[in-house]
């Protein structure tokens, strides 16, 4: 069967390596309310790498906000006030998904073992280098779970 002729030369290969431990400088590309296989709902984060190097690596978090264990909703809330702070927006207030897209931070990354396998850990939010919190493309936000999608899923 014929794939077609789609030109693929921006297209970056499948899969993706750890970074480095390091600060890196990233943009928030998506922000969306998922659902774990327990059904409480999570909010996750896509932070898209501009430097000082793997510009382009993606980085995700997720943030347990309705978890019934109190522990891990609070180490979720003081992730969110962190990251609304290095994003230069009101930190006392959740605010809105909308509100984190596009702006940059800097995050610290490591790298931690669990069960024999190796996984990226977001250790530290701040303000990035430089004047602008914003950045030039802003993506749209997806819907909550169960609301119904505009688009339509290419796979």
């Given at each position: ?26 943009a928030i590309t998506k922000a969306e309310v998922k659902q774990w296989s327990s059904g ?116």
């Open positions: 069967m014929n794939l077609g002729n789609y030109d693929m030369t921006n297209v970056q290969e499948f899969g993706r390596d750890l970074l480095p431990p390091g600060t890196y400088t990233v409480d709902n999570y909010l996750s984060l896509w932070y898209k790498v501009e430097g000082p190097t793997h510009a382009g690596a993606m980085l995700f978090d997720s943030l347990s906000l309705w978890d019934k264990d109190p522990k891990y909703q609070g180490m979720a809330y003081s992730k969110l006030k962190s990251i609304r702070m290095a994003c230069g927006l009101n930190s006392n207030i959740c605010g809105d998904t909308d509100e984190l897209l596009a702006k940059r931070m800097s995050v610290k990354v490591a790298v931690r073992d669990k069960d024999g396998k190796q996984y990226q850990n977001i250790n530290l939010y701040r303000k990035p280098e430089g004047p602008a919190q914003t950045a030039p493309a802003a993506p749209t936000a997806a819907p909550m779970p169960g609301a119904a999608s505009a688009a339509a899923t290419p796979w």
